[in-house]
């Protein structure tokens, strides 16, 4: 996930939430008002929590400017934006792919019904590669989970 930070009067910042350093995630999960553990700041991002979205923002910020105090960071909350990275936007397409299976439509309404991700992609290049692999049936099948007469038993396997 990045956090992306849009203030009218500067220039845009962007916060990749993988960069979080132990001792950052510690105090993100401080600062939030509920207390959350690292894993529940997360999902808050992912929700689009606005007391998630601003302390994340804010400890990362810090790095290039430690002396920034939490009352002096209070942007608008439409200032403030959870987009999917790379990665995320990858393995969105892999369960796209999955579901495209049962379409019925044209490749055009299938592209349309795919489109959602661009408003939620950082990289919106990439976003639009993966709906054209998605549309080309590029991406593999899930895999299938192993039967019992596919993998072998324990008195079949080779000593």
Known sequence: MIIVHTPADGPVERFDIKTVRAGEATRISTLLAEKASWPQVKQ?????????????AFVMKCRDNPALRMADFDPLLVDLAVL????????????AAAMTV????SEDAL????SVILDLAADQDH??????????????????EPTDESSPTP???PS
Not at 102 to 105: I, K, P, S
Not at 111 to 114: A, G, H, Y
Not at 127 to 137: F, H
């Open 127 to 144: 976003a639009r590669e993966v709906i054209d692999r998605v549309v080309a049936g590029k991406f593999p099948p899930p895999l299938s």
């Open 84 to 95: 999917l990275d790379r990665e995320e936007v990858t393995s969105w397409g892999e369960t």
């Open 155 to 157: 008195e079949e396997s």
């Open 102 to 105: 049962a379409f019925d439509g």
């Open 44 to 56: 808050l991002l992912s929700d689009d929590h606005p007391d998630a979205m601003r302390v994340v």
């Open 111 to 114: 592209r349309v019904e795919l």
